[in-house]
């Protein structure tokens, strides 16, 4: 049970990485690159609700990202979207355009997931997408994590309790 809660959990993560990162990138990537440009109409990152929306959604996808790593969760719950953002780096590093294709960028679709399709192809290009899936691996090779609680309780009880003393009890 533990681990189809990890592997749905997993799918969860993996849509808030890939779409939640993807449409806020966008709106945090339009303040930074106005302020670094230095434009006569520069965009305040401070200031632009825009920006600070996007950055704060970054910054929840990164919160929920280190608790599903650090937490004792399944361990599929880090391995589905690290496969997932591996693969897609795999498929890019392959066939670059085939890999953009993926991201949903058509004009005729909502603007929110089109914007988010655009922020997916920019973290995939600039390598974030690979960068996080190395690390979402990483706690799938840790063997504590694919053991449950009940074992590591079993282990502690495992040694032999204190001998009693002849008679059967303590008086």
């Known amino acids: 049970m533990r681990h189809f809660l990890g592997l749905l959990l997993g799918v969860v993560v993996t849509a808030i990485l890939l779409a939640g990162t993807g449409w806020a990138s966008q709106d945090a990537y339009r303040g930074m690159t106005s302020v670094a440009a230095g434009a006569a109409s520069a965009v305040d990152p401070v200031r632009d609700t825009k ?27 880090t391995f ?43 973290l995939l290009g600039m390598g974030i997408f690979a960068m996080l899936g190395i690390a979402l691996f990483i706690p799938v090779l840790m063997p504590s994590r694919w053991a449950g609680r009940q074992r590591e309780l079993e282990e502690v009880y495992e040694e032999e309790p204190p001998a009693q003393p002849a008679g059967g009890g303590y008086y």
């Open 51 to 77: 920006a600070l929306i996007g950055l704060a959604a970054m910054l929840v996808a990164g919160l929920i990202l280190g608790l599903v790593m650090a937490g004792r969760v399944s361990p599929l719950a």
């Open 80 to 122: 589905v979207p690290s496969m997932a953002l591996l693969a897609w780096t795999v498929i890019y590093a392959l066939d670059v355009n085939r890999a953009l294709g993926l991201a949903p960028v058509d004009p005729s679709m909502n603007p929110m997931i089109v914007q988010s399709g655009k922020g997916m192809q920019e």
